[in-house]
């Protein structure tokens, strides 16, 4: 009886907070945002007070970081990156004309490869036209939200303060001879999985930056396009600086075989000092997954999933893995 009662008490609150998100629903991604912030700047809270500030003031100077980038984001980056998608857009028939001297000497080519690859080009060119219109079309969406963002900065400074206050929140909900596994084990995977995301984040950014400034200095054309798209997807193991590589190569192939030549030299250099000086200073020994079954996780991620997989496939990997083993210790 007690059981049962023990079940219909959970059920109800699980309803009671399926319901709440339902008539909240609009806050619900402003909170979310707010809490990867929060999730995020821990680190640069307690660094700041560790110098001796207060919990609040670390938590002031933490989202003021974060506003100042997010400014710079919003006001600089964007607005560029946007120029340069629809200055590709446009320009996508003298791209696709000047790409196809290099496909096997297209001219010379039997006419139905010819037809294959004016079929491709034309595939290619729509896609691109659907994320330009995609892009234009979230860009209003998030535009009619930003007044609920703004209230983004004060949910995060709560959730930096009263870290402590929500964690009990959480903990109160779990049943009470649960509560210590469960802590144990979400202090283990904050500890890896946190760390991993911090550094792929920091590691990421970094990729982009050093892309901007090669790029910039070879003279190749969309160098903030062709920066960000690598910093993106770098987030993605091995697969990622392949997926980086291609629209550098291919833009590049546009100005000249000399520029694309010089560009895959920048991008191999690029590529060995993050794997062998970067990635292993921030990243440490990451999540200690062997390369094979990183792949297989990805193919996997990548293919129920798409870009989303690709992006989350490695983490939720971690989280089993982590799990896996404490259960493991516990149970033997």
Not at 13 to 23: D, E, T, W
Not at 122 to 151: D, G, H, R
Not at 259 to 269: D, E, H, L, P
Not at 298 to 327: H, M, R, S
């Amino acid at each position: 009886m007690a059981k049962g009662k023990v079940i219909l008490f959970y059920t109800s609150f699980a309803l009671f907070i399926i319901l709440i998100l339902i008539l909240i629903k609009d806050l619900i991604s402003p909170l979310l945002v707010s809490f990867i912030f929060a999730y995020i700047l821990t680190p640069l809270k307690r660094h700041f007070e560790g110098r001796g500030f207060s919990t609040k003031l670390s938590a002031i100077f933490s989202i003021i970081i974060i506003v100042v980038v997010f400014i710079l984001i919003f006001f600089i980056i964007i607005p560029s990156i946007i120029k340069e998608v629809f200055v590709i857009a446009s320009s996508i028939d003298i791209i696709e004309d000047s790409l196809k001297p290099y496909f096997l000497f297209y001219n010379k080519l039997p006419v139905y490869i010819k037809g294959n690859v004016d079929v491709i080009l034309v595939k290619l060119k729509s896609i691109l036209t659907a994320y330009i219109n995609k892009l234009f079309v979230n860009t209003i969406v998030v535009s009619k939200k930003m007044p609920l963002y703004f209230l983004t900065p004060i949910f995060t400074y709560y959730f930096l303060v009263d870290t402590a206050y929500f964690k009990q929140q959480i903990v109160n909900i779990i049943p009470y001879k649960f509560r210590h596994v469960v802590f144990e084990l979400t202090k283990e995977i904050d500890e890896i999985i946190g760390n991993y995301i911090r550094g792929q984040l920091i590691l990421s950014f970094i990729i982009a930056l050093f892309t901007f400034i090669g790029l910039f200095f070879l003279k190749i054309r969309f160098p903030l396009f062709i920066a960000v798209i690598n910093g993106f997807t770098n987030i993605i193991p091995y697969f990622g600086p392949v997926l980086g590589f291609v629209p550098a190569f291919i833009i590049a192939l546009t100005q000249s075989i000399n520029k694309a030549i010089v560009v895959s030299i920048f991008f191999f250099i690029l590529q060995e000092i993050e794997s062998s000086m970067v990635a292993p200073k921030i990243l440490g020994d990451s999540l200690g997954i062997h390369p094979v079954y990183v792949i297989i996780i990805l193919l996997v991620g990548g293919k129920f999933f798409g870009g989303a997989g690709l992006l989350l496939a490695v983490p939720i990997a971690g989280i089993i893995k982590v799990t896996y083993n404490y259960l493991m210790k516990k149970i033997f």
